[in-house]
């Protein structure tokens, strides 16, 4: 039972983060986002959703592998930090570009969290290899998240 509750609880805490990032995101999509300038490489906006659904729940579940191994072990602590540290700037990365609407803010915010999210990587592999590799495919898209937020700063 104790581990379909940290299953689920990492899970909603992922999940819940998107959620409460989508709240600054939503409402400037149709109107401030739909008119800014953006590159040839960026996609659609419905896939934007399922997109961070699927990163979400790999995150969710790499979170649950780690706390598996123990809170009480010092590594699985730090690493559980990093993780939230990463967690808290995703949400702000999304309060900087959609509600403040400033994607040169935006682009600090997601460049500190692309370091974190490498640490946070680095950290789950040692302890769980399915872990961390359950990170890479975050941190594949926020690289590219990235480069999209520098060339939507830059073109406009």
Partial sequence: MKKVAKF????????????????????????????????SFNPPNWLFAPAWTTLFILMGIALFLIWLKGFKKKKVRIAIVFFLIQLILNVAWSFCFFYWKTPFWAFIDIIILWFFILLTLT????INKAAGALLIPYLLWVSFASLLNYSVWKLN
């Fill in 123 to 126: 950290k789950f592999w040692k």
């Fill in 8 to 39: 689920l609880s990492s899970l909603l805490l992922c999940l819940g983060a998107g959620f409460f990032g989508s709240i600054f995101t939503t409402p400037s999509i149709p109107t401030w986002y739909a008119n800014l300038n953006k590159p």
